[in-house]
């Protein structure tokens, strides 16, 4: 923690907040009865003139030890937890449970004591004092404990705001770095609809009640005097513009606080709302209340801490797609005899499709091995499984072996990775003699390479017996084997993702407009029917983007 904040916060501030409320409940009600045009307050007016007013010293000095005392009992957790956080210590759990909702309840329960404070003082000292002092009438006597209750209730208002901006101010921020003041168990949530009824209470209801009031008690005095009526009126005229000056300072005053706790944290999550669609995401909002504010920018932080997160994730799926992209052939191999164009499309960053060509030392003798893979799914997962395959493949594939026995071998490593994860991969193992004109393959689950003969204008699916890879760790697989491969003959090696592929109308594109542009395309080079295909396919999914990821490998038989 920032060792400029500790210290300086202090609870003096809550006490001075506190006292100046119930001063200011009982200078407004005091105010109020020098100008209220009843007898009784006459008397009242003439007692202070002749030295009662010593008295008000008294008073005020017996609230104030009593408001003080009590308040130091209320707000002993919060002392605590405050002088835990000065020293650098770490508070016990349960001290700082209690001094987190101690807190966010102290604006209402000193409310509540300053209102009950003023009641008991009523009933046990006000009254009996003025009984003795004043001859009072039962009329009177109902009176002054309705203007001393009031001083009880105004202090209250008064207070609660007062020690709410106080806490928003110095102290939540201290006591909730992180916000979540939503989350603690106990705590009375006041909503901001109820601020304002409060608000409203204040500068409407409190006048209004004081001044029907007044009105009653005069209206019943004034039968049993001889008031003129025009002295009568402007006596009440007076009261009442007091009453509505004092009332109209407090409800600015009072709005002025209620508007900022309102405004500021909008104010601050419009800030944050524009910092984010700007990019910026490591934004915060500093949470200071529970109620629906409280919970919204607790929302919004949590917000931008999933967008941070999110856009590392899409950071570090790039670089993983940088990765694997680079694990794929950045060219077609140059093959004597042969005119080879690929292409993979991944419908994520990252995707299951793989293909690969491998040469040995027979390369410059015409022979290449073409590989197709799919692993099921896509995304991360499915990327990792790739590269798994891919490296087992290309490890296996340095070694002697017939083909057979390279899949078995690969197939036997990935079962025991990936058996009990469910993942599998199919597979398509493709050997061309471009010198002998002989094409051997192994098909582990794969579909079929689809082989064109422009002489007959006869398509042929390349099959073979051979389940997906990672499925069964003794699974066998079929080496098949064609031979007289001719000059034109084309072989189309791919994956599901081409012709699965379904349009907005769920229509599925499928193998025929593939078999129409290798026929009417029989003349053109590998990479233009490459390219023609993917254009096809783009204008039947009407621009969306693929599904699922799409791979294919054109290759050509280009002289005899």
Not at 142 to 159: K, N
Not at 291 to 301: A, F, H, I, S, V
Not at 346 to 372: N, P, Q
Not at 486 to 506: F, H, M, P, V, Y
């Amino acid at each position: 923690m920032d060792r400029s904040i500790i210290g300086k916060p202090s609870l003096i501030g809550l006490y001075l907040r506190n006292l100046a409320a119930n001063l200011s409940g009982n200078f407004i009600i005091a105010l109020l009865n020098v100008f209220t045009p009843l007898a009784l307050f006459k008397a009242w007016r003439e007692l202070l003139a002749q030295g009662g007013w010593l008295a008000i010293p008294l008073i005020i000095v017996l609230i104030t030890s009593l408001a003080v005392f009590l308040q130091y009992l209320i707000q002993r957790p919060v002392a605590g937890l405050l002088q835990k956080i000065r020293l650098g210590q770490a508070p016990q759990d349960k001290l700082q449970v209690q001094a987190r909702r101690r807190l966010l309840n102290l604006p209402l329960i000193l409310a509540l004591v300053n209102l009950g404070l003023w009641v008991v003082l009523t009933a046990v000292v006000f009254m009996p004092v003025m009984y003795f002092s004043i001859n009072l009438s039962i009329r009177g006597f109902f009176y002054v404990f309705f203007r001393v209750v009031m001083i009880g209730l105004i202090a209250s208002f008064i207070s609660f705001f007062l020690i709410d901006d106080f806490a928003r101010k110095k102290l939540v921020p201290l006591f909730f770095p992180e916000g979540k003041l939503a989350a603690v168990q106990g705590a009375v949530r006041i909503s901001i609809l109820r601020r304002i009824r409060v608000l409203l209470g204040v500068g409407t209801n409190a006048p209004m009640l004081l001044l029907v009031g007044t009105l009653a008690l005069a209206v019943w005095e004034i039968q049993d005097s001889r008031v003129s009526a025009g002295q009568f009126g402007k006596e009440i005229l007076v009261f009442t513009v007091v009453l509505g000056i004092l009332f109209i300072v407090i409800a600015f005053s009072l709005n002025f606080l209620v508007g900022n706790s309102i405004l500021k944290p909008i104010q601050e999550m419009m800030l944050m709302v524009s910092q984010v669609r700007d990019g910026k995401f490591n934004q915060k909002i500093t949470v200071v209340s529970n109620d629906e504010l409280g919970m919204l920018g607790d929302g919004m932080n949590e917000m931008t801490a999933g967008l941070i997160e999110r856009d590392r994730m899409r950071q570090s799926l790039y670089l993983a797609k940088e990765v694997q992209q680079a694990l794929l052939p950045r060219t077609a191999p140059e093959v004597q005899g042969l005119d080879i164009a690929s292409r993979s499309v991944y419908c994520d960053e990252t995707g299951g499709d793989y293909y690969d060509f491998i040469t040995g030392a027979e390369h410059d003798a015409g022979v290449l091995s073409v590989v197709v893979g799919d692993v099921s799914g896509h995304g991360i997962s499915s990327a990792l499984l790739m590269a798994t395959a891919r490296a087992f493949l290309r490890q296996r594939s340095a070694r002697a072996g017939s083909i057979v026995q390279i899949i078995s071998d690969v197939n036997r490593q990935l079962t025991q990775d990936i058996e009990e994860s469910g993942g599998f991969m199919t597979m398509f193992y493709l050997t061309i003699d471009a010198q002998q004109n002989r094409l051997s393959w192994v098909r582990a689950g794969h579909d079929p390479a689809i082989f064109y003969d422009p002489g007959s204008d006869r398509f042929e699916e390349l099959r073979g017996a051979g389940m997906a890879l990672g499925v069964q760790i003794d699974a066998n697989f079929e080496q098949c084997e064609k031979n007289n491969l001719a000059k034109r003959q084309i072989i189309i090696l791919g994956t599901d993702g081409i012709w699965e592929a379904c349009n907005s109308r769920g229509e599925m594109f499928g193998k025929e407009p593939i078999y129409n542009i290798i026929r009417r395309n029989q003349a053109a080079r590998a990479a233009e029917i490459l390219s023609i295909c993917f254009s096809t396919l783009d204008r039947f999914l009407e621009g969306r983007p693929p599904e699922d990821d799409v791979t294919m490998i054109v290759i050509k038989k280009i002289n005899d």
